[in-house]
């Protein structure tokens, strides 16, 4: 493994630790809106909605940000 593979994953694992932490803070004001919502027939297709929109993200995330690290590193040297 090279210094640029290395750098990419270090990106991707930073975004992914830091997007996590947005999720969490989404799922609770989540359940909150669960718990005061009785009519649960929109659940579902909101979540799988909010699952397509969150792979997209942590796809392009991984990639842009694994990318950004190896290019600053690029330029510092």
């Known amino acids: ?4 593979s290395l750098l990419f994953a270090f990106g991707a694992i930073t975004f992914l630790v830091t997007f996590s932490w947005f999720k969490y803070a989404a799922m609770e004001v989540f359940k909150r809106e669960l718990q005061s919502n009785e009519n649960d027939e929109g659940v579902w297709p ?8 969150d792979w997209l ?3 392009l995330g991984v990639l842009g940000t694994g ?3 190896v290019v600053i590193f690029s330029f510092a040297h």
Request: glycine share 0%; proline share 0%; charged share 10%.
């Open 46 to 53: 909101k979540l799988f909605k909010v699952f397509l929109v």
């Open 57 to 59: 993200i942590c796809v």
């Open 1 to 4: 493994m090279n210094l640029n």
């Open 67 to 69: 990318v950004l690290f």
